[in-house]
């Protein structure tokens, strides 16, 4: 099986997985409970991520800065040390050690260009991040 396929067959259960437990976290779960109301969309959606992510297959067409950036003002480094360890708890149980290596080295690429944009925020984005705290 080339990995191209070995990954995509194994998204689907590594993020069914991994985001029931993000869900049930007492630190990140309340943040993701509150922002997602349609499991099965966001999971459809963040496969289509990681498949674009890992594999340049271009199936996701969104903006993962802006998304983070609607729920900024509650994220903080904590929960994003915490989606990491999740991530590589979860990756580690459930992939051969090459894949879950790569999958847990680009999330902390993303983690950290996430907290960046967070930080160093442009006006416009400032702004979308009053308007998260709003809803």
Do not use: C
């Not at 995509?8 to 049930?24: G, I, M, N, Q, S």
Request: aromatic share 8%.
């Amino acid at each position: 099986m080339s990995k191209q396929d070995f990954l995509e067959t194994a998204l689907p259960p590594l993020l069914d997985t991994f985001y029931a437990r993000v869900r049930e976290d007492d630190l990140i779960g309340p943040v993701f409970n509150e922002a997602v109301h349609d499991w099965p969309e966001h999971l459809s959606r963040i496969a289509d991520f990681w498949s674009s992510v890992m594999l340049s297959t271009g199936r996701y067409k969104g903006n993962p800065v802006a998304r983070h950036m609607l729920h900024a003002k509650r994220l903080t480094p904590a929960m994003f040390e915490r989606w990491l360890r999740i991530w590589t708890s979860t990756t580690g149980e459930m992939l051969p050690e090459a894949h879950a290596q790569a999958l847990q080295a680009k999330a902390a690429r993303i983690a950290e260009s996430l907290q960046l944009a967070i930080l160093h925020a442009s006006p416009l984005q400032k702004a979308m991040m009053e308007r998260g705290s709003e809803g």
